[in-house]
């Protein structure tokens, strides 16, 4: 991998938060001693399945930190976006713990998940708890001098954009029977499974930040670049699952193994025409798993569509309408720049990771043909070749 396709470095303004955010996570689970909490200090990165210490790292803790520098970027306290940050990321992580049963999904982060380890109905029950700690979390707004008019608010709107998130679970699930989803059915679906808390990161962080009383215009206008940041992240997502690669923890065609209906599968599926269209579609309805010809047909199918090129397009749109909402706000010191330097994380991120896995995409295609010609050595090349 050269230089120039090494997946960069998050932001350096993430350093800033880091040691604040971590420490209140933890604060949450002091005292809390039955094992259902060691499954939380496992998923969270803090300990091993046997309760050893751990610093194996829980994600990027993405949604605290947007919280706390959209609070900065108002000219907030970081003290009063404290509590907002803790709940939408332990929201964040219940909604993990459940969204690994429910795609079957054995390994996050490099690491087992909740029910691969303790079983379906320690992972469906210590996620439940998480959302329950995410509201304690909240409760303690008032403890450090918020308003009660603007605690309520804060409230009220976790509690619809918790609402929302869920909702966006339920779509992308009820994709996986549909025939046909438009990009408009995606868009709505990722804005709610997705957006919906990066989006109440921003904006609650901004709304919140300020002592002498929200500025709502600013507050507003913050929440409208989470709400297309929901999106980006989202697209960067569904590239990855497809075109990603051991960087990122899954292999080539993971999404296509999954039949799952994102970005590049829909893209693949309302472009096709002809064979192509009657195959793509015969595998996606296929009940059984698939196998790696049918990943590695899917795969020809997207390259010949430009599909990646498609979803990169889609977010580069983004970016731009991000960027141009950003450069209108007058924000606090260097948080307009930082801002920007978050949005370009994610694309580069995407980019130079599909371009580091262009081998690995090759050499799918590669172990697929090699894996073709040794099941059909012997067999008569008219018969091969007509089949």
């Known amino acids: 991998m050269t230089t120039a396709e090494q997946t960069p470095s998050l932001p350096k303004f993430f350093s800033r938060y880091e040691s604040r955010i971590d420490e209140a996570l933890r604060t949450e689970l002091l005292g809390l001693d039955p094992d259902m909490y060691n499954i939380h200090r496992y998923y969270m990165g803090w300990q091993e399945i046997d309760g050893t210490d751990s610093n194996a790292g829980g994600g990027k803790r993405m949604r605290p930190t947007l919280a706390m520098l959209a609070a900065d970027a108002v000219g907030g306290d970081l003290e009063r976006a ?6 939408l990321e332990y929201v964040h992580n219940f909604s993990l713990i459940h969204d690994d049963l429910e795609d079957m999904d054995r390994m996050r982060h490099h690491r087992p998940t909740v029910w691969a380890v303790w079983g379906k109905p320690s992972a469906i029950i210590s996620g ?34 918790y609402l929302k998130m869920m909702e966006g679970q339920y779509l992308d699930i009820s994709f996986e029977t549909e025939e046909s989803v438009s990009v408009t059915q995606y868009l709505d679906m990722i804005e709610r499974k997705t957006g ?38 989202q697209i960067r997502d569904d590239v990855l699952g497809i075109w990603g690669g051991k960087e990122t923890g899954k292999p080539v065609g993971a999404d296509i193994k999954r039949k799952k209906k994102a970005l590049p599968a829909i893209h693949a599926l309302n472009m096709s025409h002809g064979p192509s269209a009657t195959r793509i579609r015969d595998i996606f309805r296929n009940q ?81 043909s090699g894996s073709l010609q040794r099941e059909t050595s012997g067999i008569p090349v008219h018969l091969v070749t007509s089949h």
């Not at 209108?328 to 580069?348: H, R, Y």
């Open 82 to 87: 404290t509590p907002i940050a803790v709940a």
């Open 128 to 161: 439940n708890a998480m959302l329950k700690i995410a509201d304690g979390a909240v409760w303690k707004l008032r403890a450090i001098g918020v308003e009660d008019s603007i605690a309520l608010e804060v409230e009220a709107e976790l509690t619809q954009q």
């Open 196 to 233: 919906a808390l990066i989006e109440a990161s921003i904006y609650l962080g901004g709304l919140i930040g300020p002592k002498s009383g929200p500025n709502r215009q600013k507050a507003t206008a913050l929440k409208a670049i989470g709400h297309e940041l929901g999106r980006i992240f």
């Open 288 to 368: 059984d798993d698939l196998t790696e010809k049918d990943i590695h047909e899917v795969l020809e199918i997207m390259e010949s569509l430009k599909t990646q090129e498609y979803c990169q397009s889609m977010a580069t749109e983004r970016w731009i309408d991000c960027k141009r909402m950003i450069d209108s706000l007058d924000l606090s010191g260097q948080t307009a720049k930082e801002f920007t330097e978050w949005v370009n994380f994610f694309l580069l991120e995407s980019l130079n990771t599909m371009n580091s896995n262009r081998k690995s995409v090759s050499q799918f295609h590669d172990r697929y």
